[in-house]
């Protein structure tokens, strides 16, 4: 199975009507990857907005689901190191959060809110062209997909021409490569990328694509940025994103059956900023369900976690077994110390201690007035 990345760039024409110039392939990547590489760290919130489709045999579609929600994201190039927080809207449009993520560098911690369970794994390449991700805008060392690098080695067999239609961009084009000789998951994909010369060469439209059962290339998934905003000095960061979802084996290909928008907060948010150390720990609370694929073992945490040492929590834990056993671990929710009898009852005896000895002060005072 092969398939082929189609890349698509717009480049600063010559003159006004003028085509653009033809880049080599080489020029084009270090044109994006300057432009996605200005930015080294952020803090973004952003509103989701996700909507699903039913496609009818006839391509027609059907909304079968409206929702919203909010995400928090963070990053830090020094460290490879992000925080993704996750929310919902309340009844009276509260912020509810219902999961937080964590990279570390090393491993990733996730923790569900609702069910009181963590996840401890390494981290795991991604698809680009997800608006939920920020940081697939941007050069990354993560351990996911990073847009310029992934472009390198296939240089040497592409090609760059002006697109037949609309001669102000230029195309990018590799050539198929073999699905028996991927190397990375990323080679399974292929990619469209419309790059803006008034925003740094920019990338606003990235379309995933992939190879069918009957060798056929169909698109995934596609972003487009639909605003953008200004930091200064040139550089720019996407403030709204619309991404598709396209039907691929399932007949008819190439509908879209979910969209999903992110549209940032910019008060909410900065960029190129030192963020604290303290973002980048997620400790799970006394109760959680924890699984830890490093160790492949289970357990529910029995003591305050500070987010680091998994070790010293594994060995205070209130139980463990290891992965894939018939052990079945119920995570808890410790009771308030103001309900909990063992302080009450602490509490109440001390009250009645410190009310004796003052009785009994009280009495010998008295009586050394009368002598």
Request: proline letters at 6%.
């Amino acid at each position: 199975m092969s398939h082929a990345i189609v890349v698509w760039a717009v480049v600063t024409a010559g003159g006004v009507g003028q085509p653009p110039a033809v880049l080599t392939p080489d020029q084009f990547i270090q044109k994006l990857d300057r432009a996605t590489g200005q930015v080294n760290s952020f803090d973004v919130g952003m509103r989701i907005d996700l909507r699903e489709y039913k496609v009818e045999a006839d391509g027609r579609r059907v909304e079968t689901k409206s929702t919203s929600g909010y995400h928090r994201q963070v990053y830090q190039q020094q460290g490879a190191r992000r925080r993704i927080e996750m929310f919902s809207f309340g009844d009276k449009g509260a912020k509810q959060r219902a999961a937080v993520i964590v990279y570390d560098g090393e491993s990733m911690r996730s923790y569900y809110d609702g069910s009181n369970e963590g996840l401890i794994d390494v981290p795991k390449p991604v698809p680009l062209a997800d608006g939920l991700d920020y940081l697939g805008f941007f050069r990354n060392a993560t351990g996911e997909f990073e847009l310029p690098e992934s472009l390198r080695p296939r240089a040497r067999s592409a090609k760059v021409d002006r697109d037949p239609v609309n001669p102000s961009l230029l195309r990018f084009t590799v050539d198929p490569i073999r699905a028996a000789k991927h190397s990375r998951l990323t080679d399974e994909y292929g990619y469209e990328i419309t790059v803006d010369p008034d925003k740094n060469f920019f990338p606003v439209r990235i379309r995933a694509t992939v190879v069918r059962k009957d060798a056929t290339i169909v698109p995934q998934r596609e972003m487009r940025v639909e605003a953008f905003h200004s930091l200064g000095g040139g550089v720019f960061v996407p403030q709204k994103v619309v991404t598709d979802f396209f039907t691929v084996e399932v007949q008819p290909s190439g509908k879209v059956f979910r969209t999903v928008t992110a549209e940032l907060e910019v008060a909410n948010s900065r960029w190129n900023e030192v963020t604290p150390e303290g973002e980048f720990k997620l400790g799970f609370p006394v109760g959680s369900r924890v699984i830890d694929m490093h160790r492949k073992t289970q357990f529910v945490s029995g003591s305050d976690d500070p987010g680091k040492n998994v070790k010293d929590l594994i060995s205070a834990a209130v139980e463990s077994a290891p992965l894939g056993s018939a052990k079945q671990l119920t995570p808890f929710v410790p009771t308030p110390w103001w309900k909990d009898w063992r302080w009450l009852t602490g509490s109440f005896s001390c009250l009645a201690l410190v009310g004796c000895s003052a009785y009994v002060l009280n009495r010998r005072r008295k009586a050394h007035r009368h002598a």
